[in-house]
Nanobody, 123 residues
């Protein structure tokens, strides 16, 4: 099993900054892509940003130039630096990881999700 634990959410005024962190742990062989999604009330979950293990980053148009995703492969950790926050960024932010894990002698790839962390931006 693989667990993802997010931290860093909170309440911030418009224009402020927050840094989200997500640590993956468990029976991990390796992690391919890691990313952040968000879901606002009444809306579908949407991609914010993702970062493959060795490739280029990808951002939603709404956050380009304001958010920066990065990862520390040695720590199985992904970060999301959020600057210039807007009220429309208010949502629950979820960490995602496509990981190769093992259970006994069985290896399998699976999409894992964190429990989510609330980000609230006041105007």
């Amino acid at each position: 099993q693989v667990q993802l634990v997010e931290s860093g959410g909170g309440l911030v005024q418009a224009g402020g900054s927050l840094r989200l962190s997500c640590v993956a742990s468990g029976s991990i062989v390796n992690i391919n892509a890691m990313g952040w999604y968000r879901q606002a009330p009444g809306k579908q979950r949407e991609l914010v940003a993702n970062i493959p293990k060795g490739g280029s980053t990808n951002y939603a148009d709404s956050v380009k130039g304001r958010f920066t995703i990065s990862r520390d492969n040695a720590k199985n950790t992904v970060y999301l630096q959020m600057n210039g926050l807007k009220p429309e960024d208010t949502a629950v932010y979820y960490c995602n990881a496509l990981a190769l894990a093992y259970s006994g002698s069985v290896y399998y790839a699976h999409d894992y999700w964190g429990q989510g962390t609330q980000v609230t931006v006041s105007s």
